[in-house]
């Protein structure tokens, strides 16, 4: 059974920095490119930052490029994403995904985990 447990998640006032976790498992992790994707309060799901497979390639919504950072650690089965400067506009659930491709392609999804809440404020 595949399992994307996150950890991490928190209140940050604007300008600090959390980094988030996702613990996999039920899966042979270093096959698959993996997504962090957010919904913040009332709006839809927004795609973060992206990873693929050995960890050479990432890429970022335009939003949090020089702010988040993704990694891998594929030894130990485990996904990151080090945000800085965070805004109020980061407030949101944060989820671990994992990709259907080792590469980075379209976007393409299939297992979600449960989310930890992100929130920025003063």
């Known amino acids: 059974e595949v399992q994307l447990v996150e950890s991490g998640g928190g209140l940050v006032q604007p300008g600090g920095s959390l980094r988030l976790s996702c613990a996999a498992s039920?899966?042979?992790?270093?096959?698959?490119?993996m997504t962090w994707v957010r919904q913040a309060p009332g709006k839809g799901l927004e795609w973060v930052a992206r990873i693929n497979w050995n960890g050479a390639n990432t890429d970022y919504t335009d939003s949090v490029k020089g702010r988040f950072t993704i990694s891998r650690d594929n030894a130990r089965n485990t996904l990151s994403l080090q945000m800085n400067s965070l805004r109020s506009e980061d407030t949101a659930v944060y989820y671990c995904?994992?990709?259907?491709?080792?590469?980075?392609?379209?976007?393409?999804?299939?297992?979600w985990g449960k989310g930890t809440l992100v929130s920025v404020s003063a």
């Open positions: 995904t994992k990709d259907k491709d080792r590469r980075l392609r379209g976007l393409a999804m299939d297992y």
């Open positions: 039920g899966f042979t992790f270093d096959d698959y490119a």
